[in-house]
């Protein structure tokens, strides 16, 4: 039996989103996607927009640094959470759930590929999804590369 945890489930209000956050035993392998899905919102070469930005507010925090909660993938369902690809790929870095399981040996990063264009970072998904750029809940996200605290250029 798979022992993931959903951490968080939200509904974005609209009826037709849900954010789903999780988390996994550190006896077991990380469930998770092994390439973006047809939907993944990491994609960039589908229209932004089809999540509500009130979604990407609430999973930032898969992206903080330290974070032990993940970004599920949407399409795998409740029934069968698993780890969205897409962040494994571009979000997950700075994850501390996800670099403890690669240290342990339960996720090996060489699993996850991506054929299709991605985001740089949560940030910016986030951001062409409508989230601000100066919502504080973005502040503490940081992408592949990135240190924290970011050194923001100001606004002008």
């Given amino acids: 039996m798979r022992k993931v945890k959903q951490t968080d489930v939200f509904d974005c209000g609209d009826g037709e989103h849900q954010v789903v956050s999780l988390s996994s035993s550190a006896e077991e392998d990380l469930v998770h996607r092994r390439e973006p899905c047809e939907q993944c919102p990491w994609r960039t070469d589908l229209p ?90 973005l502040e503490p996200c940081r992408g592949v590369g990135e240190r924290w605290p970011l050194q923001r250029k100001p606004r002008r």
Avoid: W
């Fill in 48 to 137: 932004a927009g089809v999540f509500p930005p009130e979604a990407f507010r609430r999973s930032a925090s898969t992206a903080y640094d330290m974070a032990i909660n993940t970004f599920a993938c949407h399409m795998s369902g409740k029934e069968k959470p698993a780890t969205c690809a897409g962040f494994l790929l571009r979000g997950a870095e700075h994850n501390l759930g996800i670099r403890l399981a690669i240290l342990a040996g339960r996720y090996d990063p060489r699993s996850v590929q991506s054929d299709v264009p991605l985001y740089r970072s949560y940030r910016d998904m986030a951001e062409a999804n409508g989230v601000s750029s100066d919502d504080p809940v």
